[in-house]
């Protein structure tokens, strides 16, 4: 599904005093995601001057959201500085809350890209890593995207440009699994050129082949056996993984968050009460078919966790996989279902065929697994991992931010059509 363009508002704050346009409103512009181009949170930190979000981005309604930002250095060209009391009173509410929460106590799971100081931080930290090898940054960091689950800025140096990520401590592990996959798959992931695993923080070389579409069909189809491969060669090195803080995702502790969050994830009170019934019907058989699924005889491996389109470059030779925030040790028919459903939407052809290409180089490596089982219980086995992934997020991030609205139950209503139907229709 595809959403209407927003209205952006930019509040620069300075103290007590927001920058307005000559006719006293905040600047604005358009974000359409249809249109490609740069996200909202590089144009809203460009537009005035250069400037830092002090806050996640909020939602005024369906169409309208609100960056408050504050200044880097340098005042902007065009407009004036006026008294936050001069604002609607429901914007001055929002802006003076952010502005609160910047110089005192952030609310609980707010990451550390919006604290003062942080960007200095990390540029103080890119300056050290780069001296030992003549490399120099050339000027601040520019923010390619700011959201509650990472901190993504480009790095202009004399070598050219390198990104920095930062991410959320949900997934702090994901500087270490990258450092990790670099020194054992180095033609597969980003270029690293350092980490601070402590802080989650991860510099790269840039990837060629990047694309705000998402890498087409081809790539897939490359990946794929590289890929398959790649999870295999893992077997040898997953205690390396795990140290590096790969979280294990494997059968029990996926069936044991997938419990937790049907009881517990209140986006499921949405449910009717006949959907309801149909889920506890399905539970049982939900947990029966992914016990099934583990006892196919493959082996758990390297898994990416979300292996789609727009995490993946691909410069027309070689596939690179990067977004690493879901790294973790899994089944591996799981990124293979991923990879089969992307190739689908993009080429046609039936997903169930396209699964079994996909995942084609396992019948060799594992010649007395079930296959064919394995290939018909894995999507539903991705609609649980996934389901536990988007409650783990939304119990480890900031409260508000409506990044993660509505995903759990629709990927729960997905469970329940897959198992037990769409309903008394069905039947």
Not at 36 to 42: H, I, K, M, Q, V
Not at 181 to 199: G, I, K, N, Y
Not at 345 to 353: C, H, Q
Not at 365 to 375: L, M, S
Request: proline share 7%.
């Amino acid at each position: 599904m595809t959403r209407p363009p927003h209205t952006i508002h930019v509040a620069l704050v300075d103290g007590d005093r927001v920058w307005t346009t000559p006719d006293g409103a905040l600047p604005s512009f358009v974000d359409d995601p249809q249109a490609g181009g740069p996200t909202a949170t590089a144009t809203a930190a460009r537009l005035l001057t250069d400037a830092a979000h002090l806050a996640p981005v909020v939602v005024l309604d369906e169409t309208n959201r609100l960056h408050v930002l504050g200044s880097r250095g340098g005042t902007p060209e065009r407009g004036r500085w006026a008294d936050l009391a001069a604002l609607p009173a429901d914007l001055r509410a929002h802006v003076e809350a952010a502005a609160r929460a910047h110089r005192g106590t952030p609310p609980a799971h707010r990451p550390a890209w919006y604290a003062p100081g942080w960007h200095d931080e990390v540029e103080e930290w890119i300056d050290s890593v780069l001296a030992p090898s003549g490399r120099a940054r050339t000027g601040p960091l520019r923010t390619h995207r700011v959201w509650s689950v990472s901190a993504v800025h480009t790095v202009p140096t004399d070598r050219g440009t390198l990104w920095f990520k930062a991410s959320c401590d949900h997934f702090g592990a994901e500087a270490g699994i990258v450092e990790t996959l670099a020194s054992h798959l180095p033609d597969l992931v980003p270029e690293v050129v350092a980490t601070d695993r402590d802080r989650s923080w991860l510099l790269t070389e840039p990837l060629a082949g990047v694309s705000d579409d998402g890498a087409p069909a081809d790539a897939a189809a490359v990946l794929a056996p590289r890929w398959a491969a790649a999870q295999v060669a893992s077997l040898d090195w997953l205690d390396e993984l795990r140290a590096a803080g790969a979280p294990d995702r494997g059968l029990e502790p996926t069936l044991l968050a997938w419990r937790d969050a049907l009881a517990s994830n209140r986006e499921l009170d949405d449910l009717t009460a006949e959907e309801r019934a149909r889920l506890a019907a399905a539970v049982p058989l939900v947990e029966s078919r992914l016990r099934d699924l583990w006892g196919c005889g493959f082996p758990e491996t390297l898994g990416h966790g979300d292996l789609h389109a727009g995490n993946v470059a691909f410069d027309g030779v070689r596939p690179r996989i990067f977004d690493w925030s879901d790294g973790c040790v899994t089944h591996p028919f799981l990124d293979g279902t991923h990879l089969a459903h992307w190739i689908t939407e993009e080429s046609g052809g039936a997903v169930d065929e396209r699964v079994r290409a996909v995942l084609a180089p396992w019948r060799d490596a594992c010649p007395a697994a079930d296959f064919e089982r394995a290939v018909e219980l894995a999507p539903l086995a991705d609609l649980v991992f996934q389901t536990v992934t988007f409650d783990g997020l939304v119990r480890a991030l900031e409260a508000g931010t409506g990044d993660f609205d509505g995903v759990v139950v629709m990927l729960t209503r997905k469970v329940i059509e897959t198992v037990v139907g769409g309903g008394p229709q069905d039947s």
